[in-house]
Every structure is written in C-alpha cells, then in structure tokens.
C-alpha cells in the first residue's frame, strides 16, 4: 500500500514535471488517507486554478483554510481567484482576513486596497495603499496603486509628489514611464516631458500591460506628433491587445431574427451629470425607437448614479450595470442582448474599458465622441467624423475606418446662461482695459507648443490675461506652475471658478473677449460652449482629428476667420481680436447671426445623420443582421 508520504513525493514530482492532472490525483489520494491536511487542499487548488478549473480551485482554497484558520496563505489565494474573476467584494472580504492574519503582509495589504479601489471605495483604500508603500517603498506595484487611488480621489499634487520621491533611483518600468509622461504635463520642463514621451513610445509593453499602453496610446493624442507615429503605436497596442484575446472566435453573431428594428447598444460612464452625459440624454430622447431599440451599458459604479441615471433608465428598455464584471464577463453581458451596433462612447478617456471591444460583443463597433482619437483596436468597425474633423487619408493612419456624417461630429447644446453672473471682472481684479482670453481645459492640455503660442501673444499684449476654470481650486498652484515655466507670469492670468450648475457656469464665457483653443488636442464641448455665446474661438487646424474638432464647429458654423493654418497665423488671429475691438465685434455678431441656422444645435436632426451613419455601416458588414427567412428555408 502507497504510504501518505510517497503519495505527497509523486504528486509533487507530477507536478514538477508539468502533469497536472497526475499531481491533483495524487494529491486527492493523500487525502483520502488524511483529508485534513490544508497545505494539500491548498496546491490542488493552486494547480485547480492553474487550469482553468475556477470553482473547483475556491472550494480547495476555502477547505484549506477551513483546516487552518490562522493560514495566510489560503486567505491571500482566495483573494486573488475573486479579484481575477471580477467578484471584488469577495476579494475585499477575503484580502482583509488576510490583513487580519498578517497586519505587515505587502501582498494583503496592497490587494486589499485595490480591491477596494475597484469597489469605487477610494477613501477607504487609501490608508492599506499608504500602509504597503510605507512597508515597500521601492516596490513598483506599490508605489502604483498609492499613485492611482490618489488620482481617483483627486489628489493629483500628493501623487505628482510621489512620484518624484519614487523615480529618484527607480528602475524603469512600463508604470514609471506611462506615470511619467502623464506627469510630466504637471511641471514646467519640456526636456522631461520629451524623455519621457520618447520612453513610452518604445516602451516594450508586454500583453498583461496593454492598460498601460492604452496610456500612452491616450496621451499621444495630446502631444506634436506625426500621424505616422500614431498610426504605429495605435498597431502595436492591437498586437498586444489581440495577444491577450487569443483564438477566442467573436462573442457576437447574426441577429436570429430581422424584424427592421435596429438593436442599439451605448457603452459609457457618463450616463450621469456630466456634459457627456447632458448630451447623450438629448440624443436619446430624439432617437426614432420605431427604427431603434436602444440598450444602455454603463461602466460607472452605481455609487455615481444621480438623478440624470434616473433619467436615462426611464428612457430605455434596458439600462445594464457593467463596473462589477471584468471585461470579458461584461462583454458576454452585452453580446446576449444580441445587438446589432455597439457604440463606444469612452475611447480612451477616464474610466475606459477597451478590453470590453476586444470580445467583440455585437456585429458592427463604433467609437464615437469620448476623446478626439481612435482605440486601436481591429474589433471596432469605424470611427465617427465628418468633413473637416478628418482629411482625406486619415484611414491611412488609423486602424478604425472613418465613418462621416453629413453634419459636425460633435452636436452643440445649447444652454440658457444664467442671470446671475458666477463672477464679475471686478470681483476678479481684472482691470477694466484689459483683454480677457478664455482657456477653460486641463492641464493636460497645456502642451508645450501651446503655452509657447499664448507666451507671445501675452508678450505682445500686455493687458491680456488669460482666465483658466480648473474644477478643483487645488488644481491651481499647478497651473502656476506650469505657466510660470513657460514665462507666463501671474499677473496675466486669472482663475474663475466653476461649479455644477449647467446654467451658472455658462455664465462665465461672458467674462471672456475671445478664447484661445488649445494646440495640438482641441477643444470640443468647450468650444462649443463659447459659440453658444457667442465667443470667438481661435484655433489651429492641423492634420489629427484631434487638431481639427474645434475647427469643424466653426467650418459647419461659417466662421471661418479664425480659424489658422500655422503657428504665426494663430499668434496673428489672437492679436488682431485683442487689438482691434470692432473686428472682435463683428465675428461675435456673425457666429450669433449664424449659429441658430448652421444645423450645429439642431439634436433631431444630429440624430437622424447619426441613425444613417448607423445603417451605412450595418450595410458595409451585410452578415452583422440576418436576412428574413423564406418560406422554404427551414431553420
């Protein structure tokens, strides 16, 4: 008879040797003889989980620990099988006994936090998060997830900070040179902004880090480069994405049935109070739901819901809630509502998820809206534009097809401004001579070349200012700082605040003489919202479709003065309008005199070019809706 010992010796030897299923019976044999043995029970669900065999690892990891309560090692396997099935809750729970068993565990700790950051549970992760950096302080992974739930929380100083104390002898890695070129939009150096820039770009991302190039993806679209680059690291993203999805065949099939109706599906985190989301419900509410059965899929936790969620679930038959599902599991949520068309309505913007387009979860993709660039990604069809928002070629760098609309890409919405002003020049020091440049973005925007542009404009209008609207007060000393670099002194610069008042931060645009569009990302609903009040808009259109968004509201709009072709051109417009108050004057009163007829405000009519873009492309993929079965076809 095999003796407990030798049993535990083959099993181990199996596995070893690679022979999984050999080691797991050896190893159930063992326990036969002694069933109460954790440390088996716990390597049968390791090479369980190694396998694939998901439910059948928990329940050895939950014996094991059953055996041995005060084990961490059980706790912390758990942990990870629910953090990597989406079951976040379950991870926390069990990431927390682990904490309890170990209070010093990195692995715990760290896990714990992440967990919660994926529960939207930020202020509650950040002291396990603050905990492990403390234990490690050179550890990548925890540095990293410190570095993310201070973002989340909005704490984006202390993160910059961070990260500066931990770059100093780090070693470079896919997460210090993504954080890096993020970062470096927060300082003043365009010498560390171009390091950094130049590392993420050949960066050797690995598959398991495709997040990570997705940053560098994002943030490309903010920076001067060739649409040639981009259109390479938009196929290396590919490569690594179609790595990760492996040979697994498309999650979406033909429509079993073709009554007419088209199957809508909208994929955003901002089906809330946000200007996206503002926007969206205007759309939503002019679709034609005798052609369209719209389905929303929402990524946001449903700790964001607000009133305007409310209102978007009363609008349609189906409202799914995505954040708690990993990508895989949320794309088979949506491919079994058998949709015909898919839109993205996030890209690569906060609180994307990509992942979800690589199962391909309906016949026909489309991106649309959420940032000026494409994803990437070969599962998505096309990509929204029109006329001006794209030259000729773009296909040729870009993996998306172009999709244009016979109007702008990007509707406007109008907005009644409020009678009470948010502020006065007066209450803002702004003396009563002086020209008044609106330039209400991110710092993310605020590339080199654009605080260059704005430099010399200021240098030769001294009496201009420009007035920023960042949505945290906190932001604000970083801008300083930014500025300052660029030689933009304090004196010419003012801070309007803003609030969540649709209405009440409309007000602010008529503080402003005219605004200064940002180089090389546009503006888009910024823009938009200086028309609706009639602001004039410089802009520089160069050749992405981020650089030429702003361009296309005032190419459908008619208002063309103002719109440059070369650096010299845009200094040149943005003095003229400082300098000369009648020419300022008179495009004000063109792009009011213009704008109620230019079709840009006009939401039915957006929408009804938006529902034929949608059948356009259904028609170029003719397999994406089954055809109606004849009488003599049986199924």
């Known amino acids: 008879m095999t003796t407990l010992r030798e049993l535990l010796s083959v099993a181990a030897e199996h596995a070893a040797a690679g022979r999984t299923a050999d080691a797991i019976a050896a190893y159930r044999k063992a326990l036969d003889i002694s069933p109460s043995l954790a440390e088996v029970h716990h390597n049968v669900g390791a090479l369980l989980y190694a396998t694939g065999h998901v439910a059948a690892a928990e329940l050895s990891f939950a014996e094991a620990q059953r055996q041995k309560p005060q084990w961490l090692a059980p706790a912390l396997a758990l942990g990870h099988l629910y953090f990597n099935s989406g079951r976040y809750a379950d991870a926390e729970r069990a990431f927390e006994r682990a904490c309890l068993l170990d209070p010093d565990s990195l692995e715990a700790l760290g896990n ?10 930020y202020s509650l992760a950040q002291p396990y998060l603050e905990r492990a950096r403390k234990l490690a302080p050179t550890d990548t992974r925890a540095w990293f997830a410190l570095r993310t739930n201070l973002l989340l929380l909005g704490r984006l100083e202390e993160a910059l900070q961070d990260f500066l104390r931990f770059e100093t002898g780090a070693p470079l890695s896919a997460e210090l040179v993504t954080t890096g070129l993020m970062f470096s939009r927060f300082l003043g150096d365009p010498a560390y902004e171009e390091k950094y820039r130049s590392l993420a770009v050949d960066w050797p991302y690995r598959p398991d880090q495709a997040d990570l190039a997705a940053v560098t993806v994002s943030r490309l679209q903010y920076c001067d480069v060739t649409r040639e680059l981009i259109g390479r690291i938009y196929a290396d993203y590919n490569r690594l994405q179609q790595q990760n999805r492996g040979s697994a065949p498309p999650l979406a099939l033909r429509r079993e049935t073709a009554n007419g ?6 994929l955003s985190a901002d089906f809330r109070g946000h200007v996206m989301g503002r926007l969206m419900l205007d759309l939503l509410a002019a679709h034609d739901r005798t052609r369209f059965d719209v389905r929303l899929y929402s990524l946001a936790p449903a700790a964001n819901e607000d009133a305007l969620t409310r209102e978007f679930r009363a609008l349609v038959p189906s409202f799914t809630q995505l954040a708690n599902f990993d990508d895989a599991a949320a794309a088979h949520l949506i491919a079994a ?9 996030m890209g690569h913007s906060s609180f994307s998820r990509p992942g979800i387009l690589l199962w391909k979860p309906a016949p026909v993709i489309i991106t649309h809206l959420g940032y000026h660039g494409c994803i990437g990604l070969e599962q998505v069809d096309f990509k929204l534009t029109d006329s001006f928002a794209d030259l000729a070629d773009a296909a040729a760098y870009q993996i998306e097809r172009p999709l244009a609309l016979d109007c702008c890409v990007l509707p406007m919405r109008r907005v009644i401004p409020a009678k009470q002003d948010i502020t006065t020049r007066t209450e803002l020091g702004i003396p009563e001579n002086a020209v008044v440049f609106g330039v209400f973005v991110s710092l993310l925007k605020l590339s080199p070349r654009c605080l260059s542009l704005w430099a010399q404009i200021l240098t030769r209008n001294r009496s201009a200012v420009l007035a920023f609207s960042p949505k945290k007060n906190s932001e604000r000393p970083i801008y300083l700082r930014r500025l300052a670099a660029f030689g933009i002194a304090p004196g010419q610069v003012v ?6 008042d649709e209405a009440l931060d409309r007000t602010r645009y008529r503080l402003l003489d005219a605004v200064l569009d940002t180089v090389p990302y546009t503006g888009g609903d910024t823009t938009a919202a200086a028309l609706d009040m009639a602001v004039p808009v410089v802009t520089l259109a160069g050749e992405r479709h981020a650089e030429r968004v702003s361009y296309s509201l005032l190419g459908h709009l008619g208002v063309t003065q103002t719109v440059a072709h070369s650096d010299q051109e845009y200094v040149a417009i943005a003095c003229k309008l400082a300098e000369e108050a009648e020419w300022r004057a008179a495009v004000a009163a063109s792009i009011a005199a213009r704008l109620p007829g230019s079709g840009l405000a006009d939401m039915v009519g957006y929408t009804r070019s938006l529902e034929s873009a949608y059948q356009r492309a259904l028609a170029q993929n003719p397999t994406a809706i089954a055809q109606p079965m004849r009488a003599n076809e049986t199924g």
Not at 112 to 121: D, E, H, K, T
């Open 261 to 266: 109706v088209i199957r809508l599906g909208y």
């Open 495 to 500: 801070f309007i605040s803003c609030s969540d």
């Open 112 to 121: 714990l936090g992440l967990s919660l950051q994926r529960l939207a549970r």
């Open 337 to 345: 509502d058998d949709l015909d068309l898919l839109v993205d309505l």
